[in-house]
């Protein structure tokens, strides 16, 4: 996601390198170059025209510290720029109904089923609600069994009507369900269709009128680039939507769609969909995207999703074990866990600053641990919890029960003891500066 578009704007910044002040000239080039890469990224040439324009305007009207350099200066006045152009400032879903009532819009393909389904997850996970899913695709089958399957996935109840081909029918009697039932959020799953039509148009905006939603959210595929923003525009005319919902940005995009979206409909980007499965979901933060895209990381909505795997007690636990240098395998899977549970393990890296270029090109697996796992999986429960008996004779057979060999056991044990070493010094509040020098270089991929 935005790897070419990160890559041009850091080549861009570096004309300034080296200059003593901004200037007209040197300000000039630069934004030319960033034009450049923004058309590249597929954002509308009028939209990167007014923003390398805006950017002009208040890089030469800056007073530079001398403290701060010009390039450093452009690039926080790009990054606040860009970050005006998604919208500026988080904007959350209107939820204010009993129930609340949440309608989907978007061409088929768009992924507004399999949003629906994460956005129901989000929900009852993240916000304590009890949500109803409802199958309003009446023309496609496979809308509706797919629906059914995530609701099976994330417990959560899923109304249909069989035989019935009338969505205004079914929205308005899945909405009386859900209030004898105590679901406080209706989810509306519609049709879509390959391109936008007149029937599509008028059957959608029926459902709208007869069950007056609490927000309108439009789904579309990021990987359509400017199609997705002139479609946007389309479905805006005939809705008025409050937000648009972004999939597929883990895909192979260039991100226009998402620097230029707002700024045609005028209205808030609400959510990303960042992979397939139920929890790929994350609210979109312009401030925090702005800043990945210029390569800064991300460590807010990192420490948030460390923070939705944290258990308080575990934690307590934790420290004693790492105090009294207990600290085993069984825990050692327990953080494997929490990680896998935070995400596509590229993604969370990339929120890391300065992690984004040095991951540039590196394919990271989602099954990274996966050896990692089964080389512990080998051990006995007693190794486990004490691996201090791990002898030659025991890492042979680790090694053959887990098909890897005695050379990547025992790198594993060396990395499980700097660690524990590592981990212990921190929990003591010692400086673990020259233990991290130590350990550098020895780090080695499974």
């Known amino acids: 996601m935005f790897e070419n578009l990160s890559d041009r704007l850091e080549k861009s910044f570096k004309l300034l390198k080296g200059q003593g002040t901004i200037t007209e000239i040197n300000v000039a080039e630069t934004l030319k170059d960033i034009r450049r890469a923004l058309l590249d990224a597929d954002v509308n040439f009028k939209i990167a025209k007014k923003f390398t324009d805006d950017v002009k305007v208040k890089a030469l009207g800056q007073d530079v510290l001398t403290a701060v350099k010009p390039g450093q200066m452009m690039v926080k006045i790009v990054k606040d720029e860009l970050a005006q152009l998604m919208g500026g400032t988080f904007t959350d879903i209107e939820l204010q109904g009993k129930p609340a009532v949440i309608l989907m819009s978007g061409l088929q393909g768009s992924g507004k089923t399999t949003f629906s389904g994460k956005l129901a997850n989000m929900l009852k996970s993240k916000k304590g609600r009890h949500p109803l899913l409802v199958a309003g695709d009446v023309y496609r089958p496979a809308a509706i069994d797919q629906l059914k399957v995530l609701g099976e996935q994330i417990n959560v109840p899923v109304y249909t009507e069989e035989g019935n081909m009338d969505p205004v029918k079914i929205a308005k009697a899945a909405i009386?369900?859900?209030?004898?039932?105590?679901?406080?959020?209706?989810?509306?799953?519609?049709?879509?269709?390959?391109?936008?039509?007149?029937?599509?148009?008028?059957?959608?905006?029926?459902?709208?009128?007869?069950?007056?939603?609490?927000?309108?959210?439009?789904?579309?595929?990021?990987?359509?680039?400017?199609?997705?923003?002139?479609?946007?525009?389309?479905?805006?005319?005939r809705l008025d939507f409050d937000g648009v919902v972004l999939t597929k940005l883990d895909g192979d995009t260039r991100g226009g769609a998402a620097?230029?979206?707002?700024?045609?409909?005028?209205?808030?980007?609400?959510?990303?969909?960042?992979?397939?499965?139920?929890?790929?979901?994350?609210?979109?933060?312009?401030?925090?995207?702005?800043?990945?895209?210029?390569?800064?990381g991300d460590i807010v909505s990192l420490v948030e999703k460390a923070q939705e795997q944290f258990d308080e007690d575990e934690a307590k636990q934790l420290q004693k074990k790492l105090q009294k240098n207990t600290f085993n395998f069984n825990d050692f899977l327990?953080?494997?866990?929490?990680?896998?549970?935070?995400?596509?393990?590229?993604?969370?890296?990339?929120?890391?600053?300065?992690?984004?270029?040095?991951?540039?090109?590196?394919?990271?697996?989602?099954?990274?641990?996966k050896h990692i796992e089964a080389i512990i999986f080998s051990m006995t429960a007693e190794e486990r919890e004490n691996p201090s008996l791990i002898n030659g004779g025991r890492r042979k057979r680790i090694a053959s029960g887990s098909g890897t060999n005695i050379q990547e056991v025992n790198r594993l044990l060396k990395q499980f003891s700097e660690t524990r070493k590592m981990m212990r010094m921190v929990s003591q509040g010692k400086n673990v500066q020259r233990m991290m020098s130590g350990m550098q270089g020895q780090g080695r991929k499974f």
Not at 187 to 216: F, H, W, Y
Not at 278 to 293: G, K, N, Q, S
Request: no cysteine; charged share 30%.
């Open 176 to 237: 009386k369900h859900a209030k004898a039932n105590g679901n406080d959020v209706v989810i509306v799953d519609t049709a879509g269709r390959l391109a936008i039509d007149e029937q599509m148009m008028n059957e959608i905006s029926a459902v709208k009128k007869a069950i007056d939603p609490d927000e309108i959210l439009f789904v579309v595929d990021a990987m359509t680039g400017q199609d997705a923003v002139n479609t946007a525009k389309e479905f805006n005319e």
């Open 259 to 296: 620097l230029s979206i707002r700024a045609v409909v005028e209205k808030p980007i609400k959510f990303v969909g960042t992979g397939e499965k139920v929890d790929a979901l994350d609210v979109f933060h312009p401030d925090r995207m702005a800043e990945r895209i210029l390569g800064m």
């Open 334 to 369: 327990k953080q494997i866990s929490q990680i896998k549970k935070m995400g596509n393990l590229k993604d969370v890296m990339g929120m890391i600053p300065g992690m984004g270029k040095a991951l540039k090109g590196m394919d990271i697996d989602d099954d990274a641990f």
